[in-house]
């Protein structure tokens, strides 16, 4: 079997023609990519040359769960598509999927996951410290890479590659930092613009545009060049967190890797959700505002509190009256501040009532025509397989849901 780098390498024809007898040359191409990246990543951070750091191993974790290697996927495909070298931008590709892989491990610790990718979440299997420190570790390790880049592809373009990670970490923190505010002061007088900028500094820099533009200047092209790219992973970002958001709702978990109705319970204001909002009548508006205000039940921290209680009263340091009615408050508490399914399935009938679904496919669907657009006029990028994939991750990101 070809490996990974020759599979990349096949049918890149000229004329933009491709092998009909491939079963699907867009999965064949993510997974040669994922491939690489996996073996760059274990080269780069794994436990063989560091002894038995249970920190390399749990680095390696979540990159080793599977996943599309979306990122690497456009930052090779650019760069192969503009005439540069696997080797000049593998590590970087590399690095960008350790970045993505750090901020998942973060992410659910902020939003209470309890699976990613099928499995337990990390901070569930080790401990909110333990997660903490991988998702840092792994955040402050991915320096040297693009440090290396300085002997790969020169200083030049090396620091235009720091420059754009540097301002894609700024642009994905202040995305993040968006969204938990919007949940944290329970606000909800926003429409479709507020969250496409939410999106675009979240999902946008880090997934898609700065994926394309490391690639592009991997393969040595002119600064100039690189707005359109900006615009082309703006649009596909938008794309890809509308049908994240979805799949959220509706997938199976098992292709999803993720809890199925997260956004939900962390109340995220998706795009759907804020055109319920919109467009609810005041008393069912108002219900929904209620609903959100509370918070995600937490199985853990009530687990906790239960065996803090039990523990103290067998200790003699509670009574057992104590322990019945500080029992019996949290019970209260959790039944008037924490959301039940009842409200979560509620929340999806009233989606579905006002058309919020359907509102949201129509604006991926834009997006998505939008990116396609801005592909088709770069003709600065010339006929390859490298562009036939960047063409059907346009369709792949907006077209999962369907």
């Known amino acids: 079997m070809p490996t990974a780098s020759a599979r990349l390498g096949k049918n890149s024809l000229s ?35 560091r002894g038995s750091s249970g920190l390399y191993d749990l680095i390696l974790d979540y990159p080793l769960r599977g996943g599309k290697a979306l990122r690497p996927a456009l930052s090779i495909a650019i760069c192969l598509g503009l005439g540069g070298h696997l080797e000049a931008i593998l590590p970087t590709a ?8 750090a901020f998942l491990i973060h992410d659910d610790i902020e939003d209470e996951s309890w699976s990613r990718r099928g499995q337990p979440t990390l901070h569930i299997d080790h401990g909110v410290p333990i997660a903490v420190n ?13 440090l290396d880049n300085v002997e790969r592809i020169g200083l030049g373009p090396a620091l235009r590659i720091l420059r754009a990670v540097a301002h894609m970490t700024r642009q994905t923190v202040e995305g993040q930092a968006r969204e938990l505010e919007w949940v944290r002061a329970n606000t909800w007088r926003l429409d479709d ?12 820099w880090y997934s898609f545009i700065t994926p394309l533009q490391v690639g ?83 199985a853990d921290r009530e687990l906790s509190l239960a065996d803090l209680l039990d523990r103290l009263t067998a200790r003699g340091e509670l009574s057992r009256a104590g322990h019945s009615a500080i029992t019996s408050h949290l019970h209260r508490q959790r039944n008037s501040e924490s ?64």
């Open 216 to 298: 592009a200047i991997a393969a040595g092209v002119a600064p100039e060049r690189l707005a359109p790219l900006e615009s082309l992973g703006r649009h596909l970002g938008a794309a890809f967190q509308i049908t994240d958001d979805l799949l959220n709702l509706r997938a199976d978990p098992e292709d999803y890797g993720k809890e199925i109705g997260g956004d939900l319970w962390e109340g995220k204001r998706t795009v759907m959700l804020l055109r319920a909002l919109h467009c609810a009548e005041p008393d069912d508006a108002e219900r929904a505002v209620q609903i959100l205000a509370k918070r995600r039940p937490s």
């Open 134 to 146: 991988v998702g840092d570790a792994m955040l402050s390790l991915s320096l040297q890479p693009l």
């Open 94 to 101: 590399a690095t960008l999927e350790l970045y993505h892989n």
């Open 15 to 49: 004329d933009g023609s491709t092998d009909a007898t491939a079963p699907d040359p867009l999965e064949d191409y993510l997974a040669a990519c994922k491939e690489l990246c996996d073996n760059e990543i274990e080269r780069l951070y794994g436990s063989s040359e």
């Open 193 to 204: 613009a507020d969250y496409l900028d939410m999106v675009e500094l979240k999902t946008s």
């Open 339 to 402: 959301k039940c399914l009842d409200d979560i399935r509620w929340l999806y009938a009233l989606m579905h009532r006002v058309g919020s679904l359907d509102h949201a496919r129509a604006l991926a669907a834009r997006h998505a025509q939008a990116a396609a657009e801005v592909l088709a006029d770069l003709d600065w990028l010339p006929p390859s397989r490298h562009r036939d994939v960047l063409g059907d991750l346009v369709d792949y990101v907006h077209g999962r849901t369907r």
